[in-house]
């Protein structure tokens, strides 16, 4: 961090940042909400960038006090301008080469497929994380039939390394770029696409530069925007490998890590 820098643009993750894992309607604790509040009165944005869809991020974005700037969601494939509730931006890619080759491997997989904002279609079976928005029940050939910004697969019982072993071994890079949850929750989209190009989109439209962005975060769909921005801080539970690709370590979620950060520049 060079003397005297200031972030001009806060990147913020949702779960395990600014409220706790897996509880998507859980509003930010008080000491969290007051310190974005003072980035935003000091006139500096503050950005959602997260993997939930629009609907489940824009109430905990409201929670914030964040209002009228671009939201990152659907790790980056979607960017939705809150102020006039309309996508800026989005990305989609033909995921049915991906859902078969997944179900050839993992015959108990269900699917979800997202279509911006927020509304999915699901495969018998499939339960999402989070509640809020639109689903529908199709089969595994009317849920691949159309391009999406994200496929979503589930192994009942299967663990993150076991998950990601399978992904690693049928998803072509050049293809598709993916990412696991905690819960080995399985997100599929473009290649390329993620929270960094996400932000990107936004920091273009407001002219700011990336090394004047400060990001926390603390998961994997975090890594990439952390190798992007200026300052990149990670969450004190956050797995090894995510801290090794942050700037610093600040307290975990549980002891509003993120409010301790933001009170640095603004107290």
């Not at 974005?61 to 960017?79: M, Q």
């Not at 809150?82 to 080469?97: E, K, L, Q």
Request: glycine share 10%; with cysteine; hydrophobic share 50%.
């Amino acid at each position: 961090m060079r003397p005297g820098w200031r972030p001009k643009l806060v990147a913020l993750d949702l779960d395990g940042t600014v409220v706790p894992y897996g509880r998507a309607g859980t509003r930010p604790s008080l000491a969290v909400a007051a310190a974005v509040g003072r980035v935003i009165d000091a006139g500096v944005p503050v950005v959602v960038a997260t993997g939930r869809a629009v609907p489940d991020a824009v109430d905990t974005a409201v929670a914030l006090g964040i209002r009228g700037v671009e939201l990152v969601c659907t790790n980056g494939a979607v960017v939705y301008d809150a102020g006039t509730a309309s996508v800026i931006h989005s990305v989609t890619v033909d995921v049915a080469p991906a859902a078969k080759a997944l179900a050839a491997r993992i015959p108990e997989a269900v699917f979800a497929a997202e279509r911006a904002p927020g509304g999915f279609v699901v495969t018998d079976g499939f339960h999402r994380e989070f509640t809020v928005g639109r689903e529908r029940v199709v089969d595994l050939e009317t849920l691949v039939a159309e391009p999406t910004v994200r496929l979503v697969c589930v192994a009942p019982g299967w663990d993150v390394t076991r998950m990601g072993a399978v992904a690693a071994e049928v998803l072509d890079p050049a293809e598709y770029s993916w990412d696991l949850g905690f819960s080995a929750w399985l997100d599929v989209q473009a290649p390329g696409v993620s929270k960094a190009t996400g932000t990107a989109m936004v920091c273009a439209d407001l002219g700011i530069d990336p090394s004047d962005v400060l990001a926390i975060g603390d998961g994997t769909n975090d890594i990439e925007l952390f190798k992007w921005v200026g300052w990149a801080v990670a969450m004190g539970q956050a797995p090894e490998v995510v801290q090794s690709f942050a700037d610093e370590v600040t307290d975990p979620v549980e002891l509003d890590g993120c409010a301790t950060v933001l009170s640095r520049w603004f107290p």
